[in-house]
């Protein structure tokens, strides 16, 4: 299973999120789930890098269970679009495919 954990501020603005796991619905190389999930991080890195002055953290092990993390030590309006964006996309797999697949945590 994915857990996409969504890391806030102490004044509730999203300032990044921790993913960890495999969705295991399908093989290595088919599993669209993980497929879905990848694209939309790195689509949410990929974009707070080329839309704003944001400086953003980001950390990736594909080998240990799949592991991906963006942090923004400081986050713009901009930035938080984005974040609530990728939180979106990852709510549409969760109710799609079911938690067992991909969980999502706040």
């Given at each position: 299973m994915i857990t996409v954990n969504i890391i806030k501020l102490q004044n509730g603005r999203i300032c990044g999120f921790v993913i960890d796991g495999h969705a295991e619905y399908d093989e290595k190389g088919s599993d669209i789930i993980c497929a879905a999930v990848s694209?939309?991080?790195?689509?949410?890195?990929n974009s707070i890098e080329e839309f704003t002055n944001d400086?953003?953290?980001?950390s990736i092990d594909e080998e240990e269970g799949g592991h991906l993390s963006l942090l923004l030590p400081e986050v713009s309006d901009d930035s938080e679009l984005l974040l609530k964006?990728?939180?979106?996309g990852i709510k549409n797999i969760e109710a799609e495919y079911g938690n067992q697949y991909v969980t999502l945590v706040f």
């Open positions: 694209t939309l991080a790195i689509n949410t890195a400086i953003i953290n980001v964006a990728f939180v979106l």
